[in-house]
């Protein structure tokens, strides 16, 4: 009775076991997204870490877009599947006795932080990972949030002020070309930092090196404003966030909490909270599994 958890990233796929509904195994196997053969990859690595074992579900938790229903994904970061992959049909040919599940990662991270990690006790929450990109899910009483297609949730093409550069989606002023990892990181060097990497750049900025410091501090400006509008929006008072950059510290929290201090106005936003997510980076993955869970039991 084998759960299978696969996700798909921009850079990264991952996979590993889910053995219960609080329980993403640690055994996580990652590889970095090939340059052909992606769907090879992902086969073998479900292969890999079912080990033998009868596989009686998949949960897939990719990048977007995806459309749920049709099981297709398009990520637009890998070429080969830019123009949409059936995903799901893949997996199903691979492994015949699993029944499969595919969600927009965050999608996942919302139902996850819920299930387990910081929206436990929340009917209406917000779930955010800041890494290289930006992933965000929804809970609205008590349930995740998927949308029309499955791609609800997608805080990081939220329109900011004051930022009017080129997102990868094809528009202008997203979020993520502010508060992504990899728009930090760009940002950083474009004033001179020389750092090797985004968790250089986080280590670097907690410990209070100016331009880290600087290029984080505007990420959460940004964050910040992102969120006071989302929870306007869905009256939410929570929102759970994890990540890479979320291991920042002050260099983040600080200017993240100024902005929702300073746009939070409503009567009914004053309880508006900004947490850490415990569940480090299994969220994404302990969804993955849930829905297939859930999927499995119909």
Known sequence: M???????????????????????????VRIPV??????????????????????????????GPIDMAAGVIAPAEITEWRAGFTIVDAASKAFPAAKVSLALDGACLAMAEHTAGGSVDAMDALALVVSDRIVGGVLVGGLTVVGRTGNSGNIGHMVVAGSDERCTCGGRGCL???????????WAKSEGWVGPSLAALVAAAKVGEDIPSAAVGRAGTALGQAIASTAALLDLDLVVLGGVVADAGPALWKPLGDAVATHARLSYLPGLRVIPSPLEDVGVMLGAGLFAMALREL
């Open 176 to 186: 993520e070309t502010v508060a992504g990892g990899a728009a930090i990181l760009r």
């Open 2 to 28: 084998t759960v299978l958890a696969l996700q798909i990233g921009d850079s990264e796929f991952a996979a590993g076991r889910v053995d219960g509904p609080e329980d993403a195994d640690d055994e996580i």
């Open 34 to 63: 090939p340059a052909r053969g992606a769907w090879d990859a992902c086969r073998n690595l479900l292969l890999e870490v079912a080990a033998g074992d009868e596989v009686t579900a998949i949960g897939i938790a990719s990048s």
